[in-house]
């Protein structure tokens, strides 16, 4: 019989017809012959049932009794795997591509039926078919008049095909969430680097146009927000719109492999096309605003235009003073005191109309006149003659600072006096500490002791006049606690 020789010395062919077997007994039957002719040496896997019967293409093997056949180098180099067929470019359907995106003197514009004539034959072909089809229209240059050529809605239209093809894969989105309607993420088609060129451009060019409309629908979203802030009528209604949301799209929504040479290019180009989303500083900036309405205090970075009147009878006095800031609000009230004077030092005694009462201490030096008041307002003012003179004032506890001029007459033992003047409004130092204090309880926050359980009485008087700022009350509070 044949055999291999160990050495390797003499290499005996693999098919070499083996030593004839002894001739059978006349009593034994001779078996028949296949009728198949023998082989040489190979490797068959049975194909016939995954791929239907084609014309075989000259890269394909050999085909033989319904069995593809493969030789050995070639099963190991597929790793044991038999391979399956790439798809093919259908003639009939290709040239009809071809005569519509080919132009010449007599045919020389893209039309849109032409288009749609094109998305019509690429839906006609099966999946594996139209990833070849249109690698071979990028190859030849159709695919980019192809793209160019298109409209938006028909640009989406192919986009869509080229999903339900399988070529394209995409992120879904995410729904618009909450009452004033947060927009939701857009879809986004992954950019694949196995993809034909003139597809990732259509793609990339999807992708800035997803994330310039989601920015767009945020500065859509806080100019609602905004509107709801300044119809608020309560610290509570402030409170539920709850904090204004910002708008994340991060380049990961691209879909780009690790591995992509151009990922950062890509990435890069994104982010610049479609810029940075809206600024949430005016909306916490019409939120201090409102918040300070509701809460009868002014903002900081107000003005206001401020005027007095008063007239003084022996220690009595009667006058009015009004105040119009730059937000339109116009402030009004009278006031009755009394002031009594001994040497250079005055002290002088007033309640207004709208209960409160305020104390201040003059100091009479002569062309140059100093007071301080209750409610912490220093006030310097200078004589220019008998008659006229100017002044300015600096409210440290308010964060106000101002000036204006003042005339005066007298007549016996009455005297009257008109002030015009305006202020400022600063930053309050309990909001500046607020600002950096990493555990104050903002507007938006939960208070922690709600989740403790803890009662509204229970809370220490400070920490309550805190949480008042920010609309809670003892209904609030029984209510968030569900009580």
């Given amino acids: 019989?044949?055999?291999?020789?160990?050495?390797?010395?003499?290499?005996?062919?693999?098919?070499?017809?083996?030593?004839?077997p002894p001739s059978p007994?006349?009593?034994?039957?001779?078996?028949?012959?296949?009728?198949?002719?023998?082989?040489?040496?190979?490797?068959?896997?049975?194909?016939?049932?995954?791929?239907?019967?084609?014309?075989?293409?000259?890269?394909?093997?050999?085909?033989?009794?319904?069995?593809?056949?493969?030789?050995?180098?070639?099963?190991?180099?597929?790793?044991?795997r038999?391979?399956?067929?790439?798809?093919?470019?259908?003639?009939?359907?290709?040239?009809?591509?071809?005569?519509?995106?080919?132009?010449?003197?007599?045919?020389?514009?893209?039309?849109?039926?032409?288009?749609?004539?094109v998305h019509a034959?690429?839906?006609?072909?099966?999946?594996?078919?139209?990833?070849?089809?249109?690698?071979?229209?990028?190859?030849?240059?159709?695919?980019?008049?192809?793209l160019a050529e298109q409209s938006p809605d028909a640009r989406q239209s192919f986009l869509q095909q080229a999903e339900s093809k399988g070529v394209l894969h995409r992120l879904a989105g995410t729904p618009a969430s909450g009452p004033l309607g947060f927009p939701g993420r857009p879809d986004f088609f992954r950019d694949d680097s196995a993809l034909p060129g003139s597809l990732r451009q259509a793609v990339e060019s999807h992708a800035i146009a997803?994330?310039?409309?989601?920015?767009?629908?945020?500065?859509?979203?806080?100019?609602?927000?905004?509107k709801a802030v300044e119809e608020a009528r309560s610290l509570p209604e402030l409170r539920k719109l709850g904090a204004p949301r910002e708008a994340k799209l991060s380049d990961s929504v691209l879909g780009l492999d690790r591995g992509d040479p151009e990922r950062e290019d890509i990435a890069a180009r994104w982010r610049n096309s479609v810029g940075t989303p809206g600024s949430l500083n005016w909306v916490y900036q019409a939120i201090n605003v409102k918040q300070r309405?509701?809460?009868?205090?002014?903002?900081?970075?107000?003005?206001?235009?401020?005027?007095?009147?008063?007239?003084?009878?022996?220690?009595?006095?009667?006058?009015?003073?009004?105040r119009l800031d730059s937000r339109g609000k116009v402030d009004l009230k009278t006031k009755t005191g009394m002031e009594l004077k001994g040497g250079p030092v005055a002290v002088k005694m007033s309640r207004d109309s709208k209960g409160e009462v305020q104390s201040e201490v003059k100091l009479d030096l002569g062309i140059l006149k100093v007071s301080q008041s209750t409610d912490g307002?220093?006030?310097?003012?200078?004589?220019?003659?008998?008659?006229?003179?100017?002044?300015?004032?600096?409210?440290?506890?308010?964060?106000?600072f101002g000036g204006g001029v003042f005339a005066k007459v007298e007549a016996g033992a009455s005297k009257g006096e008109v002030r015009l003047g305006y202020d400022m409004k600063g930053l309050k130092s309990q909001s500046a500490v607020e600002?950096?204090?990493?555990?104050?309880?903002?507007?938006?926050?939960?208070?922690?002791e709600l989740g403790r359980g803890l009662t509204w009485d229970a809370l220490p008087e400070a920490r309550r006049k805190s949480y008042e700022r920010n609309g809670w009350n003892r209904e609030e509070w029984g209510r968030a606690q569900g009580h």
Avoid: C
């Fill in 82 to 117: 038999t391979k399956a067929r790439s798809g093919e470019v259908p003639s009939g359907a290709y040239a009809e591509i071809q005569s519509r995106l080919t132009r010449d003197l007599a045919d020389w514009k893209v039309s849109d039926a032409d288009v749609r004539t």
């Fill in 1 to 20: 019989m044949s055999r291999i020789d160990s050495s390797g010395s003499t290499a005996i062919p693999l098919d070499t017809v083996p030593d004839a």
């Fill in 293 to 322: 309405e509701l809460l009868g205090e002014r903002s900081a970075g107000t003005f206001a235009l401020k005027g007095k009147a008063e007239v003084t009878h022996a220690s009595l006095q009667l006058g009015g003073e009004g």
């Fill in 25 to 80: 007994s006349p009593s034994t039957p001779r078996p028949t012959p296949s009728a198949t002719p023998r082989e040489r040496n190979e490797v068959q896997a049975y194909v016939a049932s995954l791929f239907p019967s084609t014309p075989r293409r000259s890269n394909e093997p050999a085909v033989s009794g319904g069995r593809a056949t493969l030789s050995a180098g070639e099963l190991l180099a597929l790793g044991g």
């Fill in 121 to 146: 034959a690429l839906g006609q072909l099966q999946s594996s078919d139209y990833r070849a089809t249109l690698e071979r229209m990028e190859r030849e240059g159709l695919l980019k008049t192809y």
């Fill in 210 to 226: 997803a994330g310039r409309s989601f920015h767009a629908a945020h500065s859509a979203y806080l100019g609602r927000y905004v």
């Fill in 377 to 400: 307002e220093l006030k310097l003012a200078m004589g220019a003659g008998k008659h006229l003179g100017s002044y300015a004032t600096l409210n440290l506890k308010e964060a106000e």
């Fill in 435 to 448: 600002a950096v204090d990493r555990h104050h309880v903002g507007l938006f926050d939960e208070p922690p």
